[in-house]
């Protein structure tokens, strides 16, 4: 019986040659796969204390956050008054109060229009300077106490009204 050779070599030796590459390759492979599976759980692992890192940052930032909006709820909206900005302290005129929409200035009954008129100059300077001037406004005896806010808030527009008795 003649023997098969394949380029001088048996059939078993070829044989034991093609098992022992695929051995070779499955351990290979084997070593392969233990060696990835080891980078994938460092890499789950870093992940992990990444997430940890961004939810540690998301919280910081919340926290941020929430102290910003304390913050700003603490922030003034009122305008200063023009003493605070190198104006006299004093009240720049004395109004009375006649009616809800009746004031007494100078002598002359005027509206709320007419009081704007006369301290203009004022009313200028405060809006050039950012600031509000204070106006002393009193009511008259007979004036209710409705007709007394109502004036009061109508000045409030262009003043700071210290309306406060004397």
Not at 67 to 92: D, N, Y
């Amino acid at each position: 019986m003649k023997r098969f050779t394949v380029m001088g070599f048996t059939e078993a030796e070829v044989g034991f040659v093609v098992a022992a590459l695929f051995a070779a390759i499955a351990v290979a492979s084997l070593n392969d796969s233990h060696g990835a599976s080891q980078e994938i759980k460092e890499l789950q692992s870093k992940l992990e204390r990444t997430q940890q890192d961004l939810q540690r940052a998301k919280e910081a930032l919340a926290k941020a956050e929430k102290e910003l909006v304390g913050l700003r709820k603490k922030e003034s909206t009122k305008v200063p008054q023009c003493w605070e900005k190198g104006q006299p302290r004093e009240p720049i005129a004395d109004v009375t109060v006649v009616g809800d929409n009746q004031y007494e200035m100078l002598g002359m009954v005027v509206t709320i229009d007419g009081v704007a008129q006369m301290l203009a100059a004022k009313i200028s300077l405060g809006s050039t300077l950012g600031c509000r001037f204070v106006l002393r406004a009193r009511p008259i005896p007979g004036v209710d106490a409705i007709a007394q806010s109502t004036a009061v808030w109508r000045l409030r527009r262009f003043f700071d009204v210290d309306d406060r008795p004397r």
